[in-house]
Structure formats: C-alpha cells, structure tokens
C-alpha cells in the first residue's frame, strides 16, 4: 500500500536540498491549505481565501472570533509541530497537550491542554469514547504502542490519528490535534505532511467508524497513503520532476 509513497519520497530526497525560495513557497502553501481544510472538517465557515487573510493579520466582517482564532491558534500549532520536528523531541503526553493547549488558545482556556473530566459522544460516530477516569490507560497504552511500533511510517503516523481521535481525550479539537499528530509523525520520518480536504469529510470520518467499530483500518491507511501520495506528487511537479 504505501510503495508508491516510498517511490515519490526516494526521488524527492534525491532533489534535496531544495532552494529557500521553493522551500518557502511550498511551506506557505502547505500551512494554508492545511489550516483551513483541518478547521473546514470541524465546521469552520472561513473560505481559503479568508483563511490566507486571518492569517496575514485582517479580521474578517461577519465572520465569529471564535473562526478568526481557529485559524490563527491552527498556524501556531503548526509552527510548534515544526519545532518538535526540528528539535526531534520525542512524542509524549507533554507534547500531545501543548498541541492541543494552542488548539483551543482564546476558544475555550479551561480546557486547552487538559484531559476531558466527563464522558462524550461523538455526533455521528458509532463508536462511544472510553470513560474520562480510564483516559490516563489508555493514552499511557497508545504511547508505549506508538514508541515500539515497527513498520511503515505512514502506517504509524496513520493509526496513531485513529486511535488517539477512539480515545477522544479533550472535550473539544481532537480531530484537528489528531491531524497535527499524524503530521508531526509524517515529517519526523522524512514524509511530507498530508492534507486531509475537507471536501473529503464523509469518507474520512466513515474511514475513521471502520477502524474503531471493526478494527479494519485499511481505507483509513488508503485515505492517508493517497494524501502522501498527493503531496510528494505535488512536490515534484513543482520541482519539474514530475513521476514517471
């Protein structure tokens, strides 16, 4: 399954170190792209445009404050993704709340960086998320799983989304804290970040319901694998390289 994304990763790294424009001119397009599809999936109503805007400092007319600072808390989560990368500090409980903490930052403060203290139903799901008193288990459980996995990367970066989002362990922004782990996995392996569009969201979350009510995961690692598949393409036709 993730072959090809091995293959397009082979020739990319083939063609480092890429030139600081380029370098810029992807990244700039990668965090829009990625912050505004992320807060779409949860019902964010700002278009990309209006995004890219937030994001350059301008508040939009009309639009909640509270939209202005998803996208504005997403970019700085992003950023601090990069840094674990950059830093290649391990994945840990720390690191997982931080995220989160900057997630909700301006929205809902109580709560940001802090495990949920009552039980949840995800709105559509089937799956039910675990008591709050056995969340300290079960993400214990995910990281000691996490730290001894030994296959594909992007399988890794992969399941981790979909069992960090069954645990379900804040109130509120597990899905986009859940999308920022699996990046953060994805670039401290080497892979590019996906993009998971928001056009996308009913196979997603229908991906998502296969692998906690059945255990199959595999449309959820085709879902991904596909997305990195994307990016590397993208990359190289960027690059004028474009897969043979």
């Not at 229908?206 to 690692?221: C, G, V």
Request: one cysteine or more.
């Amino acid at each position: 399954m993730f072959k090809q994304c091995d293959q397009l990763k082979k020739q990319l790294d083939a063609l480092r170190p890429l030139s600081r424009h380029t370098v810029k001119s992807l990244h700039e397009q990668l965090v829009l792209a990625w912050t505004y599809n992320s807060n779409a999936i949860e019902g964010n109503t700002l278009t990309l445009k209006e995004t890219k805007v937030v994001l350059e400092g301008i508040t939009i007319g009309g639009k909640p404050m509270r939209e202005h600072f998803e996208a504005i808390n997403h970019k700085e989560a992003i950023d601090y993704v990069e840094d674990i990368v950059q830093q290649q500090e391990p994945l840990s409980e720390r690191v997982i709340r931080s995220i989160h903490q900057l997630v909700l930052k301006n929205i809902d403060d109580d709560n940001a960086g802090r495990y949920r203290t009552e039980n949840v139903v995800i709105a559509g799901a089937e799956h039910t998320p675990p008591d709050h008193l056995h969340l300290p288990q079960h993400m214990n459980k995910l990281l000691v799983w996490y730290h001894s996995f030994s296959g594909h990367p992007v399988e890794r970066a992969a399941r981790l989304h979909t069992d960090f989002v069954k645990i379900h362990p804040f109130v509120d922004g597990n899905g986009r804290t859940a999308r920022l782990l699996m990046n953060l996995d994805l670039m401290a392996t080497g892979y590019l970040p996906v993009i998971i569009k928001a056009v996308d969201r009913l196979v997603y979350y229908e991906a998502l319901d296969q692998a906690h009510i059945q255990h199959d995961y595999s449309d959820f690692f085709a879902l991904v694998a596909r997305a990195e598949e994307h990016a590397l393409q993208s990359y190289l036709n960027l690059l004028g390289k474009p897969h043979v």
